[in-house]
Protein backbone atom coordinates (compact mmCIF):
# COMPACT_ATOMS: atom_id res chain seq x y z
CA UNK A 1 0.00 0.00 0.00
CA UNK A 2 2.94 2.26 0.94
CA UNK A 3 6.80 1.83 -1.12
CA UNK A 4 9.50 3.98 -0.58
CA UNK A 5 12.66 3.44 -2.22
CA UNK A 6 15.70 5.18 -1.59
CA UNK A 7 13.35 8.32 -0.12
CA UNK A 8 15.75 11.29 0.96
CA UNK A 9 15.18 14.84 2.02
CA UNK A 10 17.74 17.77 2.50
CA UNK A 11 16.85 20.96 4.04
CA UNK A 12 19.68 23.64 2.35
CA UNK A 13 22.20 20.32 2.17
CA UNK A 14 21.41 18.85 5.61
CA UNK A 15 19.99 15.44 4.79
CA UNK A 16 16.74 14.87 7.01
CA UNK A 17 15.84 11.53 5.59
CA UNK A 18 18.35 9.39 3.94
CA UNK A 19 17.52 7.07 1.32
CA UNK A 20 14.39 5.25 3.09
CA UNK A 21 13.28 2.16 1.62
CA UNK A 22 9.26 0.79 3.15
CA UNK A 23 6.83 -1.21 2.15
CA UNK A 24 4.03 -0.87 3.91
CA UNK A 25 1.03 -3.66 2.95
CA UNK A 26 -2.67 -3.30 3.29
CA UNK A 27 -4.41 -3.60 6.37
CA UNK A 28 -1.81 -3.52 8.76
CA UNK A 29 -0.73 -0.75 11.34
CA UNK A 30 3.01 0.09 10.52
CA UNK A 31 4.77 2.07 13.45
CA UNK A 32 7.39 4.44 12.71
CA UNK A 33 9.74 4.70 16.03
CA UNK A 34 12.57 6.72 16.38
CA UNK A 35 13.81 9.93 18.62
CA UNK A 36 12.40 13.53 18.41
CA UNK A 37 14.47 14.67 14.85
CA UNK A 38 14.91 11.43 13.57
CA UNK A 39 12.97 12.16 10.26
CA UNK A 40 9.66 10.80 11.15
CA UNK A 41 7.61 13.89 10.61
CA UNK A 42 9.65 14.16 7.42
CA UNK A 43 8.82 11.27 5.68
CA UNK A 44 5.42 11.34 6.86
CA UNK A 45 5.29 15.04 4.99
CA UNK A 46 6.46 13.22 1.96
CA UNK A 47 4.24 10.62 1.80
CA UNK A 48 1.35 12.86 2.54
CA UNK A 49 2.38 14.92 -0.52
CA UNK A 50 3.45 18.05 1.73
CA UNK A 51 7.09 17.99 1.02
CA UNK A 52 8.77 17.22 -2.19
CA UNK A 53 11.36 14.35 -1.95
CA UNK A 54 14.78 15.60 -2.67
CA UNK A 55 15.33 12.24 -4.30
CA UNK A 56 14.06 9.01 -4.65
CA UNK A 57 10.39 7.49 -5.42
CA UNK A 58 7.46 6.40 -3.49
CA UNK A 59 4.09 5.39 -4.38
CA UNK A 60 1.02 5.35 -1.76
CA UNK A 61 -2.27 3.72 -2.43
CA UNK A 62 -0.50 2.84 -6.41
CA UNK A 63 -0.10 6.79 -6.80
CA UNK A 64 3.40 7.79 -6.95
CA UNK A 65 4.04 10.86 -4.83
CA UNK A 66 5.79 13.21 -7.47
CA UNK A 67 3.59 12.13 -10.49
CA UNK A 68 0.20 12.16 -9.30
CA UNK A 69 0.20 13.51 -6.00
CA UNK A 70 -4.16 14.34 -6.25
CA UNK A 71 -3.90 10.74 -6.60
CA UNK A 72 -2.09 10.09 -3.52
CA UNK A 73 -4.51 12.98 -1.86
CA UNK A 74 -7.64 11.23 -2.76
CA UNK A 75 -6.53 7.75 -0.84
CA UNK A 76 -4.97 8.97 2.18
CA UNK A 77 -6.16 10.48 5.31
CA UNK A 78 -3.85 12.40 7.63
CA UNK A 79 -3.75 13.47 11.14
CA UNK A 80 -0.96 16.03 12.69
CA UNK A 81 1.00 16.33 15.14
CA UNK A 82 -0.75 18.84 17.71
CA UNK A 83 -4.21 18.94 16.20
CA UNK A 84 -5.94 19.98 12.98
CA UNK A 85 -8.84 22.88 14.33
CA UNK A 86 -8.45 26.12 15.08
CA UNK A 87 -9.85 25.90 18.68
CA UNK A 88 -13.16 28.16 17.94
CA UNK A 89 -14.01 26.26 14.84
CA UNK A 90 -16.88 23.98 15.40
CA UNK A 91 -16.17 20.15 14.97
CA UNK A 92 -19.14 19.08 12.68
CA UNK A 93 -18.25 22.11 10.31
CA UNK A 94 -14.69 21.19 9.80
CA UNK A 95 -16.02 17.55 8.95
CA UNK A 96 -18.58 18.40 6.77
CA UNK A 97 -16.12 21.15 4.75
CA UNK A 98 -13.68 18.02 5.16
CA UNK A 99 -15.44 15.38 3.16
CA UNK A 100 -16.98 17.99 0.87
CA UNK A 101 -13.21 18.81 -0.30
CA UNK A 102 -12.90 14.99 -0.59
CA UNK A 103 -16.09 15.36 -3.39
CA UNK A 104 -18.66 14.30 -1.37
CA UNK A 105 -21.86 15.85 -1.56
CA UNK A 106 -23.45 18.60 1.40
CA UNK A 107 -25.93 15.62 1.91
CA UNK A 108 -23.21 12.86 2.22
CA UNK A 109 -21.34 15.20 4.13
CA UNK A 110 -23.53 15.57 6.81
CA UNK A 111 -24.02 11.94 6.81
CA UNK A 112 -20.89 11.03 7.52
CA UNK A 113 -20.34 13.55 9.98
CA UNK A 114 -22.77 11.83 12.21
CA UNK A 115 -21.67 8.59 11.35
CA UNK A 116 -17.56 9.13 11.94
CA UNK A 117 -18.30 11.02 15.47
CA UNK A 118 -20.69 8.17 16.43
CA UNK A 119 -18.10 5.81 15.45
CA UNK A 120 -15.22 7.61 17.32
CA UNK A 121 -17.92 7.95 20.58
CA UNK A 122 -18.13 11.93 19.74
CA UNK A 123 -21.87 11.67 18.92
CA UNK A 124 -23.83 15.11 19.95
CA UNK A 125 -20.75 16.93 19.70
CA UNK A 126 -20.59 18.65 16.30
CA UNK A 127 -21.47 21.99 17.74
CA UNK A 128 -18.45 21.64 19.75
CA UNK A 129 -15.27 23.45 19.52
CA UNK A 130 -11.79 21.48 20.08
CA UNK A 131 -11.59 24.18 23.60
CA UNK A 132 -14.05 22.85 24.80
CA UNK A 133 -12.93 19.01 24.77
CA UNK A 134 -10.77 16.55 26.29
CA UNK A 135 -7.67 16.26 25.36
CA UNK A 136 -8.31 12.42 24.64
CA UNK A 137 -11.48 13.85 22.64
CA UNK A 138 -9.80 16.55 20.76
CA UNK A 139 -7.66 13.76 19.10
CA UNK A 140 -10.59 11.62 18.23
CA UNK A 141 -11.82 14.41 16.91
CA UNK A 142 -8.72 15.26 14.80
CA UNK A 143 -8.80 11.11 13.93
CA UNK A 144 -12.51 12.37 12.50
CA UNK A 145 -10.82 14.61 10.03
CA UNK A 146 -8.40 11.88 8.70
CA UNK A 147 -11.12 9.37 8.78
CA UNK A 148 -14.27 11.38 7.27
CA UNK A 149 -13.99 10.13 3.83
CA UNK A 150 -12.74 6.51 4.19
CA UNK A 151 -9.44 6.85 3.07
CA UNK A 152 -7.41 3.72 2.02
CA UNK A 153 -4.24 4.45 4.35
CA UNK A 154 -4.31 6.71 7.09
CA UNK A 155 -1.03 8.89 8.36
CA UNK A 156 -1.08 9.62 11.97
CA UNK A 157 1.74 11.78 13.31
CA UNK A 158 2.46 10.97 16.30
CA UNK A 159 -1.28 10.57 17.60
CA UNK A 160 -0.98 10.46 21.75
CA UNK A 161 1.77 12.82 21.84
CA UNK A 162 0.84 15.38 24.72
CA UNK A 163 -1.81 12.93 26.16
CA UNK A 164 -2.21 11.04 29.83
CA UNK A 165 -1.80 7.66 29.66
CA UNK A 166 -5.02 6.45 30.10
CA UNK A 167 -6.54 8.85 27.12
CA UNK A 168 -3.43 7.40 25.03
CA UNK A 169 -5.07 3.65 26.09
CA UNK A 170 -8.53 4.86 25.08
CA UNK A 171 -7.11 6.33 21.52
CA UNK A 172 -5.31 3.02 21.29
CA UNK A 173 -8.59 1.02 21.47
CA UNK A 174 -9.90 3.46 18.97
CA UNK A 175 -6.72 3.21 16.48
CA UNK A 176 -6.97 -0.46 16.42
CA UNK A 177 -10.63 -0.77 14.99
CA UNK A 178 -10.04 1.75 12.23
CA UNK A 179 -9.68 -1.07 9.67
CA UNK A 180 -7.78 0.51 7.22
CA UNK A 181 -4.11 0.47 6.64
CA UNK A 182 -2.61 2.54 8.75
CA UNK A 183 1.06 4.29 9.27
CA UNK A 184 1.72 5.98 12.32
CA UNK A 185 4.70 7.99 13.78
CA UNK A 186 5.93 7.60 17.44
CA UNK A 187 8.39 8.27 19.75
CA UNK A 188 6.29 6.04 22.36
CA UNK A 189 7.93 2.46 22.68
CA UNK A 190 4.85 1.23 24.26
CA UNK A 191 2.79 2.60 21.95
CA UNK A 192 4.94 0.54 18.83
CA UNK A 193 4.57 -2.75 20.63
CA UNK A 194 1.01 -2.33 21.55
CA UNK A 195 -0.42 -0.99 18.32
CA UNK A 196 1.48 -1.61 15.55
CA UNK A 197 1.85 -4.96 13.46
CA UNK A 198 5.20 -3.96 12.23
CA UNK A 199 7.56 -1.41 13.07
CA UNK A 200 10.15 0.61 11.23
CA UNK A 201 12.84 2.31 13.72
CA UNK A 202 14.53 5.55 11.91
CA UNK A 203 17.47 7.15 13.36
CA UNK A 204 19.16 9.72 11.86
CA UNK A 205 17.26 9.94 9.10
CA UNK A 206 18.42 6.14 8.15
CA UNK A 207 15.66 3.28 9.10
CA UNK A 208 17.41 0.56 11.12
CA UNK A 209 15.65 -2.12 11.61
CA UNK A 210 12.31 -2.99 11.05
CA UNK A 211 10.01 -5.97 11.69
CA UNK A 212 7.52 -7.05 13.97
CA UNK A 213 7.63 -5.96 17.52
CA UNK A 214 8.27 -9.77 18.60
CA UNK A 215 10.42 -10.87 15.77
CA UNK A 216 12.29 -7.81 16.73
CA UNK A 217 12.70 -8.43 19.76
CA UNK A 218 13.52 -12.28 19.07
CA UNK A 219 16.12 -11.25 16.35
CA UNK A 220 18.27 -8.76 18.75
CA UNK A 221 17.89 -11.25 21.83
CA UNK A 222 15.60 -7.94 23.78
CA UNK A 223 12.89 -8.27 26.26
CA UNK A 224 11.24 -4.39 24.97
CA UNK A 225 11.82 -2.34 21.73
CA UNK A 226 13.65 -0.30 23.98
CA UNK A 227 16.66 -3.06 24.13
CA UNK A 228 15.95 -3.35 20.39
CA UNK A 229 16.54 0.25 20.03
CA UNK A 230 19.53 0.58 21.97
CA UNK A 231 20.86 -2.27 20.17
CA UNK A 232 21.01 -1.40 17.08
CA UNK A 233 21.63 2.48 17.69
CA UNK A 234 23.92 2.01 20.72
CA UNK A 235 21.49 4.56 22.80
CA UNK A 236 18.59 4.44 24.29
CA UNK A 237 15.59 5.78 22.62
CA UNK A 238 15.30 8.37 26.05
CA UNK A 239 18.25 9.71 25.82
CA UNK A 240 18.28 9.95 21.98
CA UNK A 241 19.19 13.07 20.35
CA UNK A 242 16.26 15.37 19.84
CA UNK B 1 -17.53 24.56 -7.12
CA UNK B 2 -14.78 23.92 -4.66
CA UNK B 3 -13.83 27.60 -4.42
CA UNK B 4 -17.46 28.20 -3.92
CA UNK B 5 -17.56 25.39 -0.62
CA UNK B 6 -14.91 27.31 0.72
CA UNK B 7 -15.45 30.33 0.63
CA UNK B 8 -19.82 29.32 2.02
CA UNK B 9 -17.99 27.31 4.95
CA UNK B 10 -15.43 30.70 5.86
CA UNK B 11 -18.83 32.85 5.50
CA UNK B 12 -20.96 30.68 7.80
CA UNK B 13 -17.76 30.92 10.30
CA UNK B 14 -17.33 34.90 10.36
CA UNK B 15 -21.12 35.51 10.18
CA UNK B 16 -21.85 33.53 13.01
CA UNK B 17 -19.39 36.21 14.85
CA UNK B 18 -21.37 39.29 14.25
CA UNK B 19 -19.51 41.17 16.06
CA UNK B 20 -16.25 40.61 13.44
CA UNK B 21 -18.82 42.07 10.79
CA UNK B 22 -19.96 45.16 13.47
CA UNK B 23 -16.51 45.81 13.88
CA UNK B 24 -15.13 46.29 10.31
CA UNK B 25 -17.12 49.03 9.94
CA UNK B 26 -16.73 50.50 13.21
CA UNK B 27 -13.50 52.44 12.60
CA UNK B 28 -15.00 53.95 9.58
CA UNK B 29 -17.90 54.61 10.74
CA UNK B 30 -15.90 56.34 13.82
CA UNK B 31 -14.73 58.46 10.77
CA UNK B 32 -17.70 59.26 9.59
CA UNK B 33 -18.95 60.31 12.57
CA UNK B 34 -16.46 62.62 14.32
CA UNK B 35 -14.12 63.37 11.07
CA UNK B 36 -17.18 63.94 8.43
CA UNK B 37 -18.91 66.86 9.98
CA UNK B 38 -15.27 68.46 10.20
CA UNK B 39 -14.31 67.82 6.56
CA UNK B 40 -17.87 68.56 4.97
CA UNK B 41 -17.77 71.57 6.90
CA UNK B 42 -14.13 72.86 6.81
CA UNK B 43 -14.60 73.14 2.73
CA UNK B 44 -12.39 70.27 2.21
CA UNK B 45 -14.91 68.19 0.30
CA UNK B 46 -18.65 67.32 0.27
CA UNK B 47 -19.98 63.88 2.00
CA UNK B 48 -19.59 62.26 -1.61
CA UNK B 49 -15.76 62.86 -1.41
CA UNK B 50 -15.06 61.28 2.03
CA UNK B 51 -17.37 58.55 2.06
CA UNK B 52 -15.46 57.01 -1.14
CA UNK B 53 -12.25 58.06 0.79
CA UNK B 54 -14.02 55.08 3.79
CA UNK B 55 -14.57 52.69 1.37
CA UNK B 56 -10.96 52.12 0.76
CA UNK B 57 -10.07 52.43 4.16
CA UNK B 58 -12.95 50.04 4.82
CA UNK B 59 -11.29 47.38 1.72
CA UNK B 60 -7.60 48.21 2.85
CA UNK B 61 -8.58 47.38 6.87
CA UNK B 62 -11.18 44.34 5.82
CA UNK B 63 -9.11 42.70 2.63
CA UNK B 64 -5.50 43.58 3.45
CA UNK B 65 -5.17 42.50 7.02
CA UNK B 66 -7.75 39.24 6.07
CA UNK B 67 -3.73 37.08 6.24
CA UNK B 68 -4.28 37.15 10.00
CA UNK B 69 -7.07 34.66 9.53
CA UNK B 70 -4.65 32.66 7.66
CA UNK B 71 -2.08 32.68 10.04
CA UNK B 72 -4.15 31.24 12.78
CA UNK B 73 -5.06 28.37 10.28
CA UNK B 74 -1.44 27.86 9.96
CA UNK B 75 -0.68 27.86 13.35
CA UNK B 76 -3.04 25.11 14.22
CA UNK B 77 -2.38 22.77 11.42
CA UNK B 78 -6.17 23.70 9.50
CA UNK B 79 -3.82 25.14 6.34
CA UNK B 80 -2.05 21.73 6.03
CA UNK B 81 -5.11 19.95 6.44
CA UNK B 82 -6.75 21.32 3.88
CA UNK B 83 -3.47 20.85 1.70
CA UNK B 84 -3.62 16.99 1.86
CA UNK B 85 -7.34 16.85 0.53
CA UNK B 86 -7.92 16.73 -3.75
CA UNK B 87 -8.95 20.16 -3.50
CA UNK B 88 -6.49 22.19 -5.72
CA UNK B 89 -4.91 25.13 -4.19
CA UNK B 90 -5.94 27.66 -6.10
CA UNK B 91 -9.47 26.54 -5.27
CA UNK B 92 -8.78 26.88 -1.77
CA UNK B 93 -7.14 30.41 -2.28
CA UNK B 94 -9.70 31.37 -4.92
CA UNK B 95 -12.26 30.74 -1.70
CA UNK B 96 -10.93 32.43 1.32
CA UNK B 97 -10.63 35.65 -0.88
CA UNK B 98 -14.16 35.28 -2.19
CA UNK B 99 -15.29 34.80 1.58
CA UNK B 100 -13.36 38.22 2.17
CA UNK B 101 -14.89 40.10 -1.02
CA UNK B 102 -18.51 38.98 0.24
CA UNK B 103 -17.47 40.43 3.77
CA UNK B 104 -16.26 43.27 2.50
CA UNK B 105 -19.50 44.04 0.50
CA UNK B 106 -21.48 43.39 3.63
CA UNK B 107 -19.57 46.20 5.70
CA UNK B 108 -19.20 48.60 2.57
CA UNK B 109 -23.28 48.25 2.32
CA UNK B 110 -24.07 48.84 5.72
CA UNK B 111 -21.38 51.85 6.12
CA UNK B 112 -23.01 53.49 2.79
CA UNK B 113 -26.52 52.87 4.41
CA UNK B 114 -24.97 54.76 7.52
CA UNK B 115 -23.50 57.70 5.24
CA UNK B 116 -26.39 58.14 3.25
CA UNK B 117 -28.44 58.89 6.84
CA UNK B 118 -25.49 61.33 7.62
CA UNK B 119 -25.88 63.35 4.44
CA UNK B 120 -24.59 61.26 1.98
CA UNK B 121 -26.44 62.14 -1.65
CA UNK B 122 -24.67 60.23 -4.38
CA UNK B 123 -26.07 58.80 -7.81
CA UNK B 124 -27.00 55.38 -6.72
CA UNK B 125 -26.11 53.47 -10.40
CA UNK B 126 -22.20 55.21 -9.46
CA UNK B 127 -22.30 53.65 -5.54
CA UNK B 128 -23.43 50.52 -7.26
CA UNK B 129 -20.74 50.54 -9.46
CA UNK B 130 -18.13 52.70 -7.02
CA UNK B 131 -19.01 49.10 -4.81
CA UNK B 132 -18.59 46.48 -7.26
CA UNK B 133 -14.64 48.31 -8.12
CA UNK B 134 -14.34 48.08 -4.53
CA UNK B 135 -15.03 44.82 -4.46
CA UNK B 136 -13.08 43.29 -7.53
CA UNK B 137 -9.96 45.55 -6.16
CA UNK B 138 -9.95 43.77 -3.07
CA UNK B 139 -10.17 40.13 -4.65
CA UNK B 140 -6.40 41.19 -5.16
CA UNK B 141 -5.69 42.80 -2.04
CA UNK B 142 -7.08 40.26 0.23
CA UNK B 143 -5.06 37.41 -2.13
CA UNK B 144 -1.89 39.23 -1.27
CA UNK B 145 -2.47 39.34 2.27
CA UNK B 146 -2.71 36.22 2.30
CA UNK B 147 0.73 35.97 0.16
CA UNK B 148 2.53 38.44 2.85
CA UNK B 149 1.03 36.57 5.93
CA UNK B 150 2.41 33.31 4.83
CA UNK B 151 5.75 34.74 3.66
CA UNK B 152 6.26 36.50 6.56
CA UNK B 153 4.40 34.22 8.80
CA UNK B 154 3.18 34.11 12.74
CA UNK B 155 5.19 36.85 14.08
CA UNK B 156 5.97 39.84 11.54
CA UNK B 157 2.68 39.99 9.56
CA UNK B 158 0.69 41.52 12.14
CA UNK B 159 3.32 44.69 12.58
CA UNK B 160 4.08 44.39 9.18
CA UNK B 161 0.80 44.65 7.67
CA UNK B 162 -0.61 46.93 10.59
CA UNK B 163 1.94 49.41 9.65
CA UNK B 164 1.65 48.63 5.89
CA UNK B 165 -2.12 50.03 5.61
CA UNK B 166 -1.18 53.48 6.42
CA UNK B 167 0.53 54.52 3.88
CA UNK B 168 -0.99 52.82 1.43
CA UNK B 169 -4.43 54.40 2.70
CA UNK B 170 -2.37 57.96 3.04
CA UNK B 171 -1.57 57.66 -0.67
CA UNK B 172 -4.54 56.28 -1.99
CA UNK B 173 -5.98 59.66 -1.05
CA UNK B 174 -8.92 58.10 0.99
CA UNK B 175 -8.86 61.00 3.77
CA UNK B 176 -7.81 64.08 2.47
CA UNK B 177 -7.77 64.46 -1.84
CA UNK B 178 -4.08 64.45 -3.32
CA UNK B 179 -4.50 67.54 -5.79
CA UNK B 180 -2.83 70.03 -3.06
CA UNK B 181 0.60 67.41 -2.69
CA UNK B 182 3.76 67.49 -3.60
CA UNK B 183 4.85 66.44 -6.97
CA UNK B 184 6.84 63.28 -5.39
CA UNK B 185 3.95 62.29 -3.29
CA UNK B 186 1.49 62.69 -6.32
CA UNK B 187 3.81 60.37 -8.11
CA UNK B 188 3.68 57.47 -5.82
CA UNK B 189 -0.02 58.53 -4.78
CA UNK B 190 -0.16 57.31 -8.97
CA UNK B 191 1.71 54.36 -8.62
CA UNK B 192 -0.58 52.90 -6.51
CA UNK B 193 -3.89 51.30 -7.87
CA UNK B 194 -6.03 52.37 -4.80
CA UNK B 195 -5.06 56.02 -5.82
CA UNK B 196 -7.57 55.38 -9.06
CA UNK B 197 -9.59 53.65 -6.90
CA UNK B 198 -10.85 55.94 -4.64
CA UNK B 199 -10.52 59.14 -7.81
CA UNK B 200 -12.96 56.70 -10.04
CA UNK B 201 -15.19 56.34 -6.89
CA UNK B 202 -15.31 60.20 -6.07
CA UNK B 203 -16.60 60.34 -9.90
CA UNK B 204 -18.96 57.51 -10.07
CA UNK B 205 -20.62 58.91 -6.76
CA UNK B 206 -21.15 62.19 -8.39
CA UNK B 207 -22.30 60.29 -11.24
CA UNK B 208 -19.23 60.71 -13.91
CA UNK B 209 -17.55 58.06 -15.21
CA UNK B 210 -14.45 60.29 -15.25
CA UNK B 211 -11.57 58.64 -14.15
CA UNK B 212 -12.74 55.09 -14.35
CA UNK B 213 -10.61 54.10 -17.65
CA UNK B 214 -7.44 54.33 -15.29
CA UNK B 215 -9.12 53.41 -12.09
CA UNK B 216 -10.39 49.88 -14.22
CA UNK B 217 -6.36 49.10 -15.80
CA UNK B 218 -5.10 49.24 -12.40
CA UNK B 219 -7.27 47.27 -11.05
CA UNK B 220 -6.63 44.66 -13.52
CA UNK B 221 -3.21 44.79 -13.86
CA UNK B 222 -3.02 44.68 -9.49
CA UNK B 223 -5.42 41.42 -9.92
CA UNK B 224 -2.68 40.30 -12.91
CA UNK B 225 0.22 40.63 -10.33
CA UNK B 226 -1.83 39.09 -7.19
CA UNK B 227 -3.75 36.45 -7.73
CA UNK B 228 -0.65 34.34 -10.18
CA UNK B 229 1.48 35.09 -6.87
CA UNK B 230 -0.99 34.39 -4.37
CA UNK B 231 -1.41 30.91 -6.60
CA UNK B 232 2.44 30.32 -6.66
CA UNK B 233 2.79 31.15 -2.31
CA UNK B 234 -0.03 29.00 -2.00
CA UNK B 235 1.00 26.18 -3.66
CA UNK B 236 4.23 25.86 -2.64
CA UNK B 237 5.56 23.17 0.26
CA UNK B 238 5.64 24.48 3.80
CA UNK B 239 4.02 27.69 2.74
Known amino acids: ?242 | MTAFVVAAHYLRETFRNRFVIVFGVVQPGLYLVFFGPVFTGSGVGSWDVLVPGLLMQLALLTCGLTGFNIVFDHRFGVLERLRVTPASRFALLVGRVMKDAVLLLVQATALLVLAVAFGLRASVPGMVAGLALVIVMALGLAALSYVAALTLGDELFPPVAGTAVVPLLLLSGALLPMEGAPAWLDVASQATPFRHVVDALRALFAGSADGLGPAVIGVVLFLAVALPLATHVFGRENA
Not at chain 1, 155 to 166: V, W
Request: charged share 25%; hydrophobic share 40%.
Open chain 1, 1 to 242: MITARALTRTFQGVPAVRAVDLDVHEGEICGFLGPNGAGKTTTLRMLTTLLRPTSGTATVAGHDLVADPSGVRRSIGYVAQGGMFTPVSRIGDELRLQARLHGHSAREARRRTGEVLERLDLGGFEQRTPASLSGGQARRADLALGLIHTPRVLFLDEPTNGLDPRARAELWTYIRGLQTTIFLSTHYLDEADALCDRVLIIDDGRIVAAGSPADLKRDHAAATLDEVFLTVTGRPLEGAAA
